[in-house]
């Protein structure tokens, strides 16, 4: 009774048939993408989010704080730059709105695909966009949109795919490299 019951929580834990898949809409941004200029101040930049989302539940509150830690996460592997709470003592004013989209019907082919013991393949997509208002130094005003995805894919040849791409890590990476992407072009555009 006891290997059975060690088997069904195996089963349920590690032959779910989903997988997370990102899109890679925009290059992937390593972490050697910045290179150190140690004769050159590090920029001080002011960053505010809004997240906005047509189906999530969860607290656009917790959304916006975990962006901003994304951010500044970025911001330290980045070395270029620091993060200020001071906007009057900042260098670059950087405010970022998020809209995250996800197609209502998803729902239904999944349910349809659970019903089927994943025999029957369903995949859903959700699609980021920033959209973002840069005051540099000078007082000029720059707005970049970065898009990118990423896809659920149910089905039950992904349990094999399962340990290597889980949906939560799928969206992680893709959020984490848009914010890589984001400094990226504020690099390259000699803002920071």
């Not at 859903?124 to 896809?151: G, I, L, M, P």
Request: with cysteine; net charge negative.
């Amino acid at each position: 009774m006891r290997n059975l019951a060690i088997l069904l929580i195996f089963a349920s834990l590690f032959l779910t048939g989903c997988a997370g898949i990102k899109n890679n809409n925009i290059a992937v941004i390593g972490d050697g993408a910045f290179p150190r200029d140690n004769d050159k101040e590090k920029t001080r930049i002011f960053y505010r989010v809004i997240y906005h989302s047509n189906m999530d539940i969860s607290s656009t509150t917790i959304s916006e704080n975990a962006q901003e830690g994304e951010f500044i996460r970025a911001v330290r592997n980045s070395e270029c730059c620091t993060v200020t709470t001071d906007e009057t003592n900042s260098d670059v004013q950087v405010r970022v709105t998020i809209n995250k989209y996800e197609n209502p019907l998803g729902l239904i082919p999944a349910v349809i695909t659970g019903a089927s013991f994943y025999i029957i393949p369903s995949w859903a997509t959700s699609e980021y966009t920033f959209n973002v208002n840069v005051v540099a130094q000078n007082k000029q005003v720059h707005n970049y949109e970065v898009k990118d995805a990423w896809t659920l894919v149910q089905w039950f040849p992904m349990m094999f795919v399962f340990p290597f791409a889980t949906p939560d890590n799928a969206e992680e990476h893709v959020l984490r490299n848009m914010h890589k992407y984001l400094l990226y072009i504020l690099k390259n555009d000699n803002i920071i």
